[in-house]
């Protein structure tokens, strides 16, 4: 970057008005990352030439050989329009879902956002997704409807029919925008509603359910977008033009002499033009007429394109001088059309001047930044902005402030880290050298020539020099100490480089006051809460910041270095005012991947950022060098640190594994990890691919679709499934699934029964996941006494939301009064499968303020209540059939039974006593006083004497098992898992929604992989004027490695499906299912192990997990006989 626009646009930083923070947002391919060029190519950064073929954003390897941009990345561009200098942020983001979570980070720290769309495949999935995103942030967005070229050159649309086509699209992505305003002002006036009622005397009177109410009264209009609001451009990046009807309005209203005004409101519409009269008038009028926007706009732009592509020269001259451009002699007499297209266009209607204009007339200042979205941004969780400290409530003001005065406070956010090598940085750079450096080097060079001309000269004159001639010395000593200083630092800057390669750097936005290098600054993790900080440190703001004590999720660090981001470049920045996006240097030890930093204690962290994907996608990864396991453990750590969204996780078993979004994803990070982190070989496992289990309804039919109980028994064919269970002695099963277990020391009984839940509520368990965590969490502290939290009223009202949908699907005589038993759920106490508690005893619930309804004796059963739960909890975490956790069952514990415990304990108690006289007596015994009384007492303890040992022998026995409370978790266990043995059992499988569109002649390949993949298609449309078909289908993530590639390969690259996780799926096979009828034996032969895929999974997963499975390895093994003998 030169010099001199560097210190422009540290000038431009300061003016904040003129500020714009924006982001590109699409579906993959739609061109991003191509606009982002064209926008670039406008501040000299790229020559216009390689625009849109450079993708100068797409700094990484892997995303120009894949085309496919991978990760979010800023570049700082300068814009004059009048008298006015802009300075635009701009951020370009990956469409490709594996990476939505880039987009996450990009929204966050922007005010505004452009949304491209493709003019030829309309709205996709992820144009959906990005807009939605955009909402939740509460950023302004613009429409781009690109690629309008394609409409020309490949759909060969007329004029006409594009008008109509980019009609559609518009009403599409509006279509989008009103669901998405609907559902939220309907959910701002059921939030209002709720605390009206909370608060009946703000508002008194009937409710009246209405829910258009809301509606009617909010304005909505300038939400939409419209080409006459001036929102929407139509371009085509690869060709460098783009426009909005502003534009042209201006040139009709000089040349036709209609008003400018008039214009604006009607060149988008169905109007048309009297050229006599200069009048416009609606279309319906006079049929057959073309609308303004096709007379005046669209076949100007054909016709060009036109004479082009059929080499008109003539034509072309014509065009070229009446729009008044030059054209370069060599893009004239170039052979391809596109170039001469690019030059023409890209004169005449230039695309970075059009998306400029508007981003700096249509999107948000910095400083236009909304109280509802500062609000939102500092209210994690349940919290309302009023519940927060009157000192955090305070940096409100900052914030819409937005100020750059030394008194206002810092707050700065972190959306992501990633890594640069830092060799990349401005400081690491050799930089020219000044005028001074170079005379002291010319100096230098000068007397070690010198030096060496004397060695040369023979042994004389070196003697001379030791006879101290100042004048040899004096160069000689110098060089040396030069060197010596070299030859010092060298082994310590090499030794920094290979430690150092990778350098982190934060992609951040300051919100409010002025970042300066050097500056200290509090760093908040998500979960520090500033409530805790005023409770520790109620003179925080006082004390030096030093000294104060550790408060959890706090650090203290220092803005190290900041930086201006270029794209592939960073600028060094001495300091960065508020509203700019900025990069910073040497938060690696205190961030791990995002966190907000503020020069005040009081700040809460912003919200966690929306990510839309879920990680889905593992693998085991390990060295394959044993010995560089610590370099792999290092590489998984940075790796973690520079994605939003992978994860780490360290199994029980000892395995490293990677979860990530999507098989790109996987691949990217992979390719990461053994180039840039770790730099080693690895070794990769298959994906591991999460199964659940669960268990269903017994099926009323049988694999041949028979009633079951009609049919006749296959003789003894194979054992049935109740002998496969292998129930052991000691369990109890009733016929309706009841499991009843003594623990081995036999002082207690357990009966559970082990229940399916119905679907809905499966859902609204996994849904609620969060709210779970926090009533345990409550119920808990309440349990031990600890009251310590109170629970908000909005947190209250939520559990008593989640309590009554619970209630709305959980209804009939087996589920009676079940909400208020339950006693847990799990796994890891916020899972989708319930503990109920149903015995008589002792009465619990998980709900925070149900007293638990203590019978007599309920604080016996308390403490060993934990080690119910925990039984339950493990038996949730890993199921039978695979060890994998469990989904959508409710475990019913019927019985209860201590009553052995009890009396042993009572006896103890006695025993305890007794035992301690006994001992007494035997101590006056031996001190020898033989008094009756001792007398008296020695008889009186004879048989009390004899039982204890009677019991010695049953305390023993039950220690030999170890401690009590490790029985009851393992019997609990047990009979869970047995009692889901008894039970219809199936898998879960989790399932990806894949949209695909295609043209019609590939559908049948596409369909075709589908099935193979045993995939099912939700849904097929056309799309309206194309030749394209959007498919909808659910399919496998087991079934989904490689799908990509093949549907690609199979249709020549036409099709490509984006896959996002959507939810668990039961396969209606039972994995343990076997021929038991005649018809079922007919139908699918005596093994009939290959339709069950299930089983294929089941075992599939044990073989993994290293679990015994029951397969035959040799079928047929016929006895062998030797050639030879027979001849
Ligand atoms: N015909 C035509 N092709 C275009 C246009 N703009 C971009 N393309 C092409 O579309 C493809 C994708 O462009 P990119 O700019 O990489 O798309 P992107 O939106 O950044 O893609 P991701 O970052 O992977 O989501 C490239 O082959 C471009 O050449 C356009 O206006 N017209
Ligand atoms: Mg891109």
Known sequence: MVLNSLDKMIQLQKNTANIRNICVLAHVDHGKTTLADCLISSNGIISSRLAGKLRYMDSREDEQIRGITMKSSAISLHYTKGNEEYLINLIDSPGHVDFSSEVSTAVRICDGCIIVVDAVEGVCPQTQAV???????????VLVINKIDRLI?????????????????????????????????????????????????SEQGEHVYDWSTGLEDTDDSHLYFSPDQGNVLFTSAIDGWGFGIEHFAEIYSQKIGIKKQVLLKTLWGDYYINMKA??????????????????????????????????DKEKIDKIVTSLGLKIGAREARHSDPKVQINAICSQWLPISHAVLAMVCQKLPSPLDITAERVEKLMCTGSQTFDSLPPETQALKAAFMKCGNEDTAPVIIFVSKMFAVDAKALPQNKPRPLTQEEIAQRRERARQRHAEKLAAAQGPAPLELSQDGSGLETNPKEEPRGDEQQVESMTPKLVSQEESNQ????????????????????????????????????????????DDLPPVPHMAYSTLENLYLLMGRELEDLEEVPPGNVLGIGGLQDFVLKSATLCSLPSCPPFIPLNFEATPIVRVAVEPKHPSEMPQ?????????????????????????????????????????????????????????????????????????????????????????????????????????????????????????????????VTQILEENSDLIRSIEQLTSSLNEGRNTQIIHQKTQEKIWEF?????????????????????????????????????????????????????????????????????????????????????????????????????????????????????????????????????????????????????????????????????LIATMKEACRYALQVKPQRLMAAMYTCDIMATGDVLGRVYAVLSKREGRVLQEEMKEGTDMFIIKAVLPVAESFGFADEIRKRTSGLASPQLVFSHWEVIPSDPFWVPTTEEEYLHFGEKADSENQARKYMNAVRKRKGLYVEEKIVEHAEKQRTLSRNK
């Open 502 to 545: 990778e350098s982190f750097i934060a992609f951040a936005r300051v919100f409010s006051g002025v970042a300066r290098r050097g500056k200290k600054i509090f760093v908040l993790g998500p979960k520090y809460s500033p409530v805790e900080f005023l409770q520790r440190v109620p003179l925080g703001f006082s004390a030096p910041p």
């Open 153 to 201: 050159v490949e759909l060969k649309f007329t004029p006409q029919e594009a008008y109509s086509h980019l009609k559609n699209i518009l009403e599409q992505i509006n279509a989008l925008t009103g669901t998405l305003f609907t559902s939220k002002v309907l959910e701002e006036r059921a939030e209002r509603e709720t605390e009206s009622q909370v608060n009946p005397s």
């Open 278 to 311: 200069k009048k416009i008038m609606k279309v319906d009028q006079a049929k057959g007429k073309k609308p303004l926007f096709v007379q005046l706009i669209l076949e100007n732009i054909w016709s060009l394109y036109d004479a082009v592509l059929k080499k």
């Open 131 to 141: 807009l939605r995103q955009a909402w939740l942030e509460n950023i302004r967005p």
């Open 632 to 760: 792999l453990v290092k590489g998984m750590k940075l790796l973690n640190q520079a994605d939003p969204c992978v994860q780490i996780l360290i199994q029980e078993t000892g395995e490293h594994v990677l979860v990530t979004a999507g098989e790109v994803h996987l691949q990217r990070c992979l390719d990461d990890l053994k180039e840039r982190f770790a730099k080693i070989q690895i070794s990769v496992s298959e994906p591991i691919i999460p199964f659940r289990e669960t268990i269903t309804k017994p099926p009323k039919v049988d694999m041949v679709n028979e009633e079951i109980g009609k049919q006749q028994k296959v003789a003894v064919i194979h054992q049935t499934k109740e002998d496969q269970s292998k129930i052991p002695e000691g369990v109890q099963v009733d016929s309706d699934g009841l499991i009843t277990m003594t623990t081995p020391n036999k002082l207690a009984t357990l009966s559970v029964r082990a229940m399916p839940l119905p679907e809905e």
């Open 803 to 967: 309590k009554g949908k619970l209630e709305q699907q959980l209804t009939g005589r087996k589920w009676r009064n079940t909400i208020d038993q339950i006693w847990s759920f799990g796994p890891r106490k916020c899972g989708p499968n319930i503990l109920v508690n149903k015995s008589v005893d002792f009465q619990n619930s998980v709900w925070p303020g149900s007293v638990s309804k203590a019978s007599k004796d309920a604080t016996k059963y308390r403490d060993l209540g934990n080690s119910i739960v925990s039984g339950f909890q493990l038996a949730t975490l890993s199921g039978p059939m695979c060890e994998e956790p469990l989904m959508g069952v409710c475990f019913v514990l019927e019985k209860w039974d201590l009553s052995r415990f009890e009396e042993k304990g009572t006896s103890d108690k006695q025993n305890q006593k007794q035992s301690d006289l006994v001992q007494e007596g035997q101590r006056g015994d031996e001190t020898g006083s033989r008094g009756d009384e001792n007398q008296e007492l020695q008889d009186g303890c004879t048989e009390p004497f004899e039982k204890r040992t009677a019991q010695k022998e049953d305390i023993s026995l039950s220690d030999c098992y170890g401690p009590f409370s490790g029985q």
